[in-house]
């Protein structure tokens, strides 16, 4: 490994990704390692020092959990926050709520103390994981399902990197990407980059499944159900695959509970897979923080348009037309989003506002249009910030943006006569109408 590494022990603090990022922000690598981890695990070679950071959660079933002692032998640094030992180490009664202070904390142990260097960037994690992914596939073949999104992208381009054609992508359009999503990845990975990618057409698919249906948690049902199912088919279509791909990033398992930390989300995967597919994971970016793996995106040579592309929703567009999907209101909300997006791009707000996109209600009202009276949908506009997507303020937007926006969604969309801005956060709304 080309890394020095900083092991942060779970002794139960609720800051431990706060602390790795930071660490990995003065350009040291870092892990958060359960308290009971083996010996063996934890004294890698690499490893620099060992931040034991207690905190609240620090009670398992009653019992007060400590670090083992062979931490405190491991003829490596030890910092000790926020934990009493009996040991003689480096010593902080509290973490800094600041940033500042904590990295001012950090500092002269990671480069005093430990002698660590600065090694961390994009470039040397490529050149391990590559390495690393070369010795666990082999000369065995990967699948990857790639939406499009900046996690299976970089997944991908990772992969390309590592593996070339051994690797296979799977795109399934379900109908409810938006405009150009499709095409950017045919070309980005095909085109540019040469991969194996197998383009699924599924549009009549998934719509003809979804026509009449309007309750959202039963269109996001079949929608998941249907993703899987395309999926599988292809799977099997294939010979000798032996591992999957996956876009699992840090945020994924630091959250998904470790011993002594509550569980914020659950850990996601393709989980609905048969059991008989039978592959071996291949997950690359799992000690990747949001903004890292889109840094090892630009890395791979991504377009910026794909690695800082906003969240959107596994169900697409699908949640975004309310009620029973059609394929006007569809293809209104598609080309509405688009005009959004090209005028925050053009207000260059496109990289400072965390989401903002379109819906369209399953409603019409009167309009006029040369003279005559027709009915016609409107297309709400929605953008927010967050920072965990749990709670969500909306965005004070230029006056001018929302003019241009509405004149053109008038001008441009077909069926569409009226266009709203929502001042809603959340809670009590949520992000998504469905
Ligand atoms: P809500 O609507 O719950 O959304 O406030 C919070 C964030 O999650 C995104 N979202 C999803 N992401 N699959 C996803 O991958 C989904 O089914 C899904 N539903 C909502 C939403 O866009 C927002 O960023």
Redesign the pocket.
């Known amino acids: 490994m080309k890394q020095d590494l900083i092991a942060i022990l779970d002794l139960g603090s609720e800051e431990n990704s706060r602390v790795a990022r930071k660490v990995r922000e003065l350009g040291v690598y870092s892990e958060i390692y359960a308290h009971d981890l083996p010996r063996e695990e934890l004294l890698q070679p690499n490893l620099k020092g060992i931040i034991v950071n207690g905190g609240s959660n620090n009670v398992v079933d009653g019992k007060a959990i400590e670090a083992p002692d062979y931490v405190y032998s491991a003829g490596v640094p030890v910092f000790v926050i926020d934990h009493t030992t009996p040991h003689q180490e480096m010593n902080l009664k509290k973490l800094p709520c600041e940033d500042d202070a904590l990295l001012a904390a950090l500092r002269p142990f990671l480069f005093d103390v430990c002698k660590a260097q600065p090694n961390w960037n994009m470039k040397n994690f490529v050149e391990d994981q590559v390495e690393l992914l070369r010795r666990q596939i082999g000369d065995k073949k990967v699948l990857l399902a790639l939406s499009g999104g900046v996690d299976s992208s970089v997944v991908a381009a990772l992969l390309i990197r590592a593996v070339g054609k051994q690797l296979t992508c799977v795109h399934v359009n379900h109908g409810l990407m938006r405009k150009g999503e499709s095409e950017q990845v045919i070309e980005v990975f095909r085109n540019q980059m040469g991969a194996e990618l197998i383009y699924v057409d599924a549009v009549d698919r998934f719509l003809d499944k979804l026509a009449g249906v309007a309750d959202p948690e039963q269109k996001?049902k079949i929608i998941g159900a249907e993703f899987i199912r395309v999926f599988e088919e292809q799977a099997r279509g294939l010979s000798g695959i032996e591992f999957l791909g996956q876009g699992t990033i840090y945020p994924d398992i630091a959250e998904s509970g470790t011993k002594t930390s509550k569980v914020v989300k659950s850990h996601h995967n393709v989980g609905g897979l048969p059991e008989d597919l039978n592959f071996k994971l291949v997950e690359p970016l799992k000690y990747l923080f949001k903004d890292e793996v889109r840094a090892c995106g630009l890395e791979l040579g991504l377009p910026e348009s794909m690695v800082y592309r906003q969240?959107?929703?596994?169900?697409g567009l699908g949640?975004r037309c309310l009620g029973a999907i059609t394929r006007d209101r569809l293809a209104a909300v598609r080309e509405a989003d688009a005009i959004l997006r090209e005028e925050f791009e053009n207000f260059g707000l496109s990289k400072s506002v965390w989401?903002y996109f379109t819906i369209i209600p399953d409603l019409k009202s009167v309009g006029v249009r040369d003279n005559a009276r027709v009915m016609g949908w409107p297309v709400i506009l929605r953008a927010v910030n967050t920072v965990d997507?749990m709670t969500?303020t909306i965005e004070h937007l230029p006056w001018e943006l929302l003019e241009t926006v509405t004149n053109r969604i008038l001008a441009e969309v077909p069926g569409v006569n009226r266009v709203l801005y929502e001042l809603s956060p959340?809670p009590p709304a949520?992000?998504?109408w469905e």
């Open positions: 996001r969240p959107f929703p596994g169900p949640v989401q997507a969500a959340k949520t992000i998504e």
